[in-house]
């Protein structure tokens, strides 16, 4: 059954390897967590040689339209293997579709992807066969070279090097958000998609960077997104410093978390003067912008200002829903500066600063700032010493 929005787009990756995936336009909440305001694409590839291998499938919501695509670039031929990236439903959802018109095809996986199938799919009488670190398949002229990528960003995952043609199948990595017909620049949704789906696991992409380094790549063909071709060394060093957890802006990120308005006066006021002391700063309402939105900014400034209403003894939930989804994503290396408010017992700063201390390599301000219900004259030295050690 057709999911309205799916659309096959047209993408151009060598004369052998084709592009079978499809974008859809009409999915708002991604992993039922993360708006994607353009959409997201599901690719899938396949490779036309004496034996012809499939790279992944799609989401069950482009289902059909795929298999159509299956179909069309097959010409009536059988597909000899199913290359498996990845189990998550986004890219494996319609192995069985397609094992079910293709009974022959061999399911081609990690150790990992073969004990966790089952756990998806009653594939009986499918042959699965699992390779190992750097074992290769001949298809004729292309021969698939394998290399685990485990916790990139499940432990099943895995990367395929096509030899003959330089082409990395990079799975989840190097994606994005947005829909390839959206025709949005790479960059534009990476961070966002970086920062929140792959963020948390910085070592282990850069154990795959490490493997990465080793091979002579023309193309990076990923799961969601566009077909890379071009300076391929901007993408990899994006992915370098991402996972590195290096800031990639000089400047001030201020968020608050504000009940009645006075603690988001009180962050605008404080945002405004370092403003004007030259840094760059961003603001956002944490009860009005979506929070993964906020982690990106969190990942991307080099400096923090969190500003948080006390609420029954703890924080303010938007605010509580930030740090929750930092410790998840494995926050670190950062400066961050404390403000609070609370009109009997302000506590938001000690709570903040609990969660804060426990992550690696996060340094926070001595000074704290503490309004007692609205922001006053003698609150002007406090904020004056939080400017001073949050400043360069």
């Not at 999911?3 to 096959?8: M, N, T």
């Not at 948390?200 to 566009?226: C, E, N, R």
């Not at 370092?274 to 982690?295: F, P």
Request: glycine share 6%; with cysteine.
């Amino acid at each position: 059954m057709s999911v309205e929005g799916i659309r096959k787009t047209d993408v151009k990756v060598t004369d052998t390897v084709k592009y079978i995936g499809v974008d859809d336009t009409t999915i708002d909440i991604f992993e039922s967590q993360y708006p994607v305001e353009d959409g997201i694409s599901y690719n899938s590839y396949i490779i036309l040689d004496e034996k012809i291998a499939i790279m992944d499938t799609v989401d069950a919501r482009g289902g059909d339209e795929w298999l159509e695509r299956v179909e069309e670039a097959l010409a009536g031929k059988e597909p000899s293997y199913l290359i498996v990236s990845h189990l998550e439903p986004d890219h494996a959802a319609c192995i069985k579709m397609l094992t079910d018109k293709y009974p022959k095809t061999i399911i081609i996986g990690s150790a990992k992807t073969q004990a966790m199938l089952p756990q998806f799919f009653d594939l009986q009488g499918i042959e699965v066969k699992c390779v190992a670190e750097g074992e290769e398949l001949n298809l004729g002229s292309h021969t698939l070279q394998f290399f685990m990528a485990p916790m990139v960003h499940w432990p099943e995952v895995m990367v395929t090097y096509e030899k003959s043609e330089k082409i990395l199948f990079s799975a989840d990595g190097f994606g994005t958000f947005g829909a390839i017909c959206s025709d949005k620049e790479w960059i534009a949704d990476a961070t966002h998609y970086y920062f929140n789906i792959v963020g948390k696991y910085g070592t282990s992409v850069q154990a795959l960077l490490k493997k990465a380094s080793t091979l002579d790549i023309s193309i990076i063909a990923p799961l969601h997104g566009p077909v890379l071709t071009d300076d391929l060394s901007y993408y990899i060093e994006k992915y370098d410093a991402w996972s590195s957890y290096k800031p990639e802006k000089n400047g001030i990120f201020v968020a608050y978390a504000s009940i009645h308005g006075n603690t988001k006066a009180a962050a605008l006021k404080f945002a405004e003067d370092l403003e004007k002391s030259g840094e760059i700063v961003e603001t956002m309402d944490l009860t009005r912008e979506d929070i993964t939105e906020a982690v990106e900014k969190c990942f991307m400034y080099d400096r923090i200002i969190l500003a948080c209403a006390t609420y029954d003894g703890g924080l303010f939930p938007p605010m509580e829903d930030l740090i929750y989804h930092l410790e998840m994503k494995n926050f670190q290396n950062r400066k961050i500066g404390l403000i609070e408010n609370g009109s009997w017992g302000p506590l938001a700063a000690k709570k903040m600063s609990e969660r804060l201390s426990a992550l690696k390599d996060i340094t926070i301000c001595p000074t704290v700032v503490t309004i007692k219900s609205v922001m006053k004259p003698e609150n002007a030295d406090a904020f004056e010493a939080l400017k001073k050690e949050i400043s360069h």
